[in-house]
């Protein structure tokens, strides 16, 4: 579906009356005010959380390390102490229940990851975490019981791969299992390490209606909302993404002895490369980036014309029809720079993901929450991966974005305010309420 089409679905689907057994959640909220969650309590469990993984480089908790270990333990912790019962599935994820009246619906789902990327931050995550358990605690403390039970979920290794929510949708092969993870465990490891079992990675998967939706609150990872002065952003859909490895073959040769004209300079095509594919992506309209982010050099030596460089690519943008056109110009290019410069382009895929595209409901469930809480907010669109794009695939799903600090994520100065960490649990918690008068 093109954004524009989409779009235009979505305004006119979120204009319908949303009518469950209890009412319209507009009706619903004219008659009470919002629910609030405890901030300062959510924000406590975030600062005894940063000392978890907590290096001189930053926050450390890779996915399956020791410190990842101690960390679900501090999650599995602050569950019970919450009172609650959190439970362990096959894939490694940490899930605990608050029941609703009517056992035959299907669950609402909310959540995020804890583990982090090498010397990151600690609000990549576990603000979507712990905000989700406060909303579960908060609706029990106030006698909130909803008609839907609600599931509160911490997935395994979202930054090595949303390893943990792809398990959970049952696409999870048994050749992922021996890709290694930044800990140096192989998934197939790290999974028994955590308290999974890979043999039993069948009784771990969902389908299509066994949750009824899935919400997920986390930190901008851009300065949109910090620039436009806005409390909330409603994310509208989540890129999908190509990763490939492009590998460059020149001819290595002496840097003093070979003239200009006749080299073969892997080095020299992998820059052109990288300006020309920064300036088609920049030449049209539109969100899309592209970014050269590793670069390997052989020889790597001074006084050698490098006779190959192996560099990443990775390519992103909401519109599917749009990522696949401009995966094709990055490699005419490379072409084009193979001819000029004399060398070899190959590419070799990494990764790929679908564009994962918001329920329209869940938009209008998160902007009603929004606007009855008193918040300033805007649409927009996830340039970043989450877990919320593997739920998407079985269930309606939405996004709740705070603003982050500069704009800063996977930094050790990546920060959140506890006022908007506490705001985006408020709509979280009122958006789950809205969302269980769904049918």
């Not at 080299?263 to 990288?274: G, I, Y």
């Amino acid at each position: 579906m093109q954004r524009r089409d989409f779009l235009q679905r979505a305004s006119a689907l979120a204009a319908l009356p949303l009518i469950g057994p209890a009412g319209s959640f507009a009706t619903r909220l004219r008659g009470s005010a919002p629910l609030h969650v405890n901030g300062d309590r959510l924000n406590a469990s975030l600062t005894a959380f940063n000392s978890v993984g907590r290096t001189p480089g930053g926050i450390n908790r890779v996915a399956y390390s020791d410190a990842d270990l101690a960390g679900r333990a501090f999650a599995l912790d602050l569950f019970r102490q919450a009172g609650f019962t959190p439970r362990i599935d096959a894939a490694g994820n940490i899930f605990a229940r608050l029941p609703g009246r009517d056992a035959s619906l299907p669950p609402i789902l909310i959540g995020s990851h804890i583990d982090s990327v090498t010397d990151g931050g600690n609000f990549d995550g576990p603000v979507g975490s712990f905000g989700a358990l406060e909303v579960a605690r908060s609706l029990r403390e106030q006698n909130a019981r909803l008609a839907h039970p609600v599931d509160v979920v911490v997935w395994q290794n979202e930054e090595g791969g949303t390893v943990g929510s792809h398990a959970a949708i049952g696409k999870l092969r048994a050749a992922d299992l021996d890709k290694v993870a930044r800990s140096g465990f192989t998934w197939r490891d790290g999974i028994a390490r955590i308290g999974g079992s890979v043999d039993k990675l069948a009784e771990a998967a969902l389908k299509s209606g066994d949750i009824a939706c899935y919400l997920e609150l986390h930190i901008e990872q851009g300065g949109l909302l910090e620039k436009a002065g806005l409390q909330i952003g409603v994310v509208e859909g989540i890129v999908g993404l190509r990763w490939s490895e492009v590998t460059i073959t020149g001819f290595a040769n002496h840097a003093g002895a070979t003239p200009m004209d006749q080299r073969q300079d892997a080095v020299l095509a992998a820059a052109k490369f990288t300006v020309a594919i920064t300036d088609a992506i920049r030449a049209e309209p539109g969100r899309q980036v592209a970014t050269v982010g590793r670069m390997v050099v052989t020889p790597n030596t001074t006084n050698v014309i490098a006779g190959q460089v192996v560099l990443t690519v990775d390519l992103r943008e909401l519109d599917t029809t749009k990522l696949e056109r401009l995966q094709q110009r990055i490699e005419q290019i490379a072409r084009e720079i193979g001819d000029s410069t004399k060398t070899t382009f190959q590419f070799r895929p990494l990764s790929s993901s679908l564009a994962a595209l918001a329920d329209p409901r869940m938009m209008a469930f998160v902007e009603a929450s929004t606007k009855t809480l008193g918040f300033t907010h805007q649409r927009m669109p996830s340039g970043a991966g989450h877990d919320a794009q593997e739920i998407a695939q079985i269930a309606p799903m939405g996004m709740i974005f705070i603003p982050s600090v500069g704009g800063i994520s996977h930094s050790p100065r990546e920060f959140s305010h506890a006022d908007d960490i506490t705001r985006g649990a408020d709509v979280l918690l009122n958006a789950v309420i809205g969302a269980d008068a769904m049918r």
